[in-house]
């Protein structure tokens, strides 16, 4: 029987963890229960001390992402379940995991229902997170954000190295698990309302462009050809029907047809180059993975 670990990351959600605690404990009374307090500073640690967990502190807040791999390095189980301790994630919802994991996936998902997103423009963004990571994969990411996931241990932890310590790390061990062949699977779960008293600690306009940014990341993380080749092809298209025109009226070849050409040009090695960058960072940390 497969040993599991749970994985909390808290942050002033003492609230939360008295309710969803002793339920995990008692759904699950042999499994490792680790949260990890990224420099809470209400009574998360006295709560958590009520109940038979592992707790990692921070000195200081660290992020979500750096919580996790906290929890990832002193967890002991054959699989891991992230899920998030503000009470939008069900203990009873943990079973719908296994059992996908029990089929032979290396990681399954939570995907949040329509019901789910927090509100319009979050749930319009994942959707186009969504879109973005399918074409990119060639596979349908049903919830590529969703931090209520599970997943083998031992392939979790090839990874580590690679996940960033804020919010995008369940974007950036999606497409790594992608990237490297491994099953991926996604089951539909009820997400809550956030518990009265726990707020969000993403803040709109600074996160929101740092996931704009996350969707160049997917691309340049799991196939940045794939995202250059485009934007060359449209330069150098866009140079053709420019130089084409120019030739017509004025006879003569311009600076602009160059600069445009020779951005393609730029634009396409620039892919090339990070298209053997991204292979040989994921050569190197599979490489780790199987010395360790």
Not at 51 to 72: E, M, Q, R, T
Not at 154 to 172: A, D, G, I, V
Not at 181 to 202: C, E, F, P, W
Not at 221 to 237: A, G, T, V
Request: glycine share 8%; aromatic share 12%; charged share 20%.
């Amino acid at each position: 029987m497969q040993l599991l670990s749970i994985v909390i990351p808290t942050k002033n959600e003492a609230k939360g963890l008295k309710i969803i605690l002793p339920e995990l404990r008692g759904l699950y009374p042999s499994s490792e229960i680790i949260v990890v307090n990224d420099g809470s500073t209400d009574e998360t640690n006295k709560v958590a001390e009520l109940f038979d967990v592992n707790i990692i502190n921070h000195p200081y807040s660290k992020g979500n992402g750096a919580a996790i791999k906290s929890g990832l390095r002193v967890a002991k189980g054959d699989v891991i379940v992230c899920m998030d301790a503000d009470g939008q994630h069900l203990p009873r919802d943990i079973e719908k995991l296994l059992k996908k994991i029990d089929q032979g996936f290396d990681m399954v998902v939570g995907a949040r229902n329509k019901k789910g997103q927090a509100n319009i423009g979050r749930g319009f963004a994942n959707k186009l997170y969504n879109y973005f990571a399918s074409w990119m994969v060639g596979h349908k990411v049903e919830d590529l954000t969703s931090g209520f996931r599970a997943v083998k241990s031992n392939k979790f932890r090839e990874f580590l190295t690679l996940l960033p310590n804020k919010f995008s790390y369940p974007t950036t061990i999606t497409m790594s698990f992608f990237r490297a062949g491994y099953s991926v699977g996604y089951v539909s779960v009820d997400v809550q309302s956030r518990l009265a008293g726990t707020q969000s600690h993403i803040r709109l306009w600074q996160d929101g462009i740092r996931f704009l940014l996350i969707i160049f990341k997917i691309g340049t993380l799991f196939s940045p050809l794939k995202l250059f080749f485009p934007i060359s092809l449209s330069f150098f298209i866009t140079a053709v029907f420019y130089y084409a025109y120019t030739f017509i009226e004025t006879g003569r070849f311009t600076n602009m047809s160059a600069l445009l050409f020779t951005t393609s040009v730029i634009v396409f090695l620039m892919g090339l180059i990070s298209e053997q960058i991204t292979s040989l960072i994921y050569k190197e940390t599979n490489s780790s993975s199987d010395k360790r």
